[in-house]
Each structure stands twice: as structure tokens, then as C-alpha cells.
């Protein structure tokens, strides 16, 4: 029976092969018992220079798509983005979120927390200047959009108008708008008229907060100065976490027409409202 036999093992011909461009050989030999001599072949293996390979690299390095930044909250919408922000100008005793150090002295007092009924009156005063002066903005409507935010059920100066007539009516002298609040009042007038992102996040935070920290300012106030009284300052008709989803809601839809930069100048103005809103409360100790 015949049979094939190999007389080598497979050897490669070439030295340093990643260093020269020429592909190297491979070479078998057979015996066979129908033939007397030795049968060899070459076959030629092709080998890739590393420079192809590198360039390869470089290409699909520079052809992958970046990831997208992602900003805090913005899975959840602009609203989130809007509580994140505001959050960490907070202090730590008033958000577990807050990286605000207490330093000045008026905040100092705002800690240890005692109120007095002219400060307070003071208080709903500029308050209600303020509110007045939101509601006019979203029924004016400078901008299409503001329309939107006309009877949220968030509106307080009809509530505010009530409890000064109450406090009137108790022989209190009701005072004129202060400083506080007749400098809010304006500037919300004029960014309302140029600036609609940076109008928004003073509309948001001036909402927002008074439906969480204000409440708790609300309780503490009436336990000390009012008996227990509760204002109408602090009352909704309806369920008020539903009135802020709604107006969540809205909100998210009006910043998905705007750009990234336009998002984030309404985020920059966060500081701002702060400071402005922190005045007017200020007054509750004055």
C-alpha cells in the first residue's frame, strides 16, 4: 500500500518577519513510495507590517463618536437639572445635598431663629410685591411660553392679600414694600422682558421653595408668633404635589427648545435668585 510520508517538519524561512514588508515561506517535503525522490512545496504566508496596523488603530480611534456629557439630573429633565443646582446652595442642615458653609451673620441668625411680627409683616409684604409681580409677568406674556404658567394653582398674592387683611384686622399696621422686595420686583420685570431663561429659574425657585422650605418657615412662625395659626400663605386648593408635577411638566417641555447654552445660563441665574429671595426672608428677623 502505498503511503505519504513527511520527511520534515514545517520550518518558516524568514528572519525578524514584523520588520520587512516580504511575506516569508513555508516549506514540506513528502516521500512517497511511487516515486523515488523527495517532493518539497513552498507556499508563501502572508505577514501584515505593523504599520498598517497601527494607522488601523489610529483611524478607528479618531472615527469613535465622543460620549455625550451628561449634566446632573438631566435624565430626569431641566427641572432636575434646576433642584440639583439649587440643592448645593443649601446648607447641609437645610438639605443633606448642601455644600453651603454658613459664614455671614445674617444667616447666623437665620439659624437661631427669632422672628418678630413687624419683621414678619415685613416679610409678607415684599412677598406679596413679588408674587404680584410674577402673576402680571405670565399674564402679560412677553414671550408665547410664559402663557403656559398662568393658573398653576402655585399663585399666592390672593392668599398673601387675605392674611394681611387678617393681620389688619388683629390692629397691626400693615408697611409699605421694603428695599427687598421693591429691587426683586424689578429686576423680574426686566428679565422677563430680555432674558427669558434667566426669568424662568427666578419663576422656578421662587415657586418651588416656598412650597417646601416655606411651609417649614410657615409652621415655625405661627408656633411662636401666631398661636398656631396657619396663613393662607400656606395653603393650596388641590393636591400640591400634583400642582408641582403639572408645572414640572411645563417647564421641561419649554427647555427642550432650548440650546445647551441657554440651559445653562438658566442655571447660572440660580445664585442670583437665591440672593435675592434670602433679602425678603431676612426681613422675618429684622
Known amino acids: 500500500m502505498a503511503s505519504l510520508t513527511p520527511i520534515s517538519q514545517t520550518q518558516f524561512l524568514f528572519n525578524k518577519p514584523l520588520l520587512k514588508s516580504s511575506s516569508p515561506r513555508l516549506e514540506t517535503c513528502f516521500q512517497s513510495s511511487f516515486v523515488s525522490k523527495r517532493l518539497c512545496f513552498q507556499l508563501k504566508v502572508p505577514v501584515f507590517d505593523r504599520m498598517p496596523l497601527k494607522n488601523t488603530?489610529?483611524?478607528?480611534?479618531?472615527?469613535?463618536?465622543?460620549?455625550?456629557?451628561?449634566?446632573?439630573?438631566?435624565?430626569?429633565?431641566?427641572?432636575?437639572?434646576?433642584?440639583?443646582?439649587?440643592?448645593?446652595?443649601?446648607?447641609?442642615?437645610?438639605a443633606k445635598e448642601g455644600e453651603?458653609?454658613?459664614?455671614?451673620?445674617?444667616?447666623?441668625?437665620?439659624?437661631?431663629?427669632?422672628?418678630?411680627?413687624?419683621?414678619?409683616?415685613?416679610?409678607?409684604?415684599?412677598?406679596?410685591?413679588?408674587?404680584?409681580?410674577?402673576?402680571?409677568?405670565?399674564?402679560?406674556?412677553?414671550?408665547?411660553?410664559?402663557?403656559?404658567?398662568?393658573?398653576?394653582?402655585?399663585?399666592?398674592?390672593?392668599?398673601?392679600?387675605?392674611?394681611?387683611?387678617?393681620?389688619?384686622?388683629?390692629?397691626y399696621n400693615i408697611p409699605k414694600p421694603s428695599s427687598p422686595g421693591v429691587s426683586y420686583s424689578q429686576i423680574l420685570q426686566e428679565l422677563s422682558e430680555k432674558d427669558p431663561q434667566a426669568f424662568i429659574c427666578h419663576f422656578y425657585n421662587i415657586y418651588f421653595a416656598h412650597s417646601a422650605g416655606g411651609q417649614m418657615i410657615g409652621r415655625k412662625v405661627a408656633e411662636q408668633l401666631l398661636n398656631k395659626k396657619e396663613l393662607e400663605f400656606y395653603k393650596w386648593d388641590g393636591d400640591l404635589s400634583q400642582l408641582l408635577q403639572n408645572v414640572r411638566d411645563k417647564l421641561n417641555k419649554v427647555a427642550e427648545g432650548w440650546t445647551r447654552e441657554e440651559k445653562d445660563h438658566c442655571l447660572e441665574e440660580t445664585e442670583k435668585s437665591f440672593k435675592h429671595s434670602g433679602e425678603i426672608l431676612r426681613l422675618i428677623l429684622s
Do not use: C
Request: aromatic content about 12%; proline content about 4%; glycine content about 4%.
Open 57 to 94: 488603530a489610529v483611524v478607528a480611534a479618531t472615527t469613535a463618536e465622543k460620549p455625550k456629557k451628561r449634566y446632573p439630573g438631566e435624565a430626569k429633565g431641566f427641572v432636575e437639572e434646576m433642584r440639583f443646582v439649587a440643592m448645593k446652595l443649601h446648607t447641609r442642615e437645610q
Open 100 to 171: 453651603k458653609e454658613v459664614k455671614e451673620k445674617e444667616e447666623e441668625a437665620v439659624r437661631k431663629w427669632e422672628p418678630s411680627i413687624d419683621g414678619y409683616l415685613k416679610f409678607l409684604v415684599d412677598s406679596k410685591l413679588v408674587y404680584d409681580t410674577l402673576e402680571e409677568i405670565v399674564e402679560k406674556a412677553s414671550f408665547p411660553f410664559y402663557a403656559e404658567f398662568r393658573n398653576t394653582g402655585l399663585e399666592r398674592s390672593e392668599k398673601l392679600a387675605k392674611d394681611l387683611e387678617w393681620f389688619k384686622e388683629q390692629g
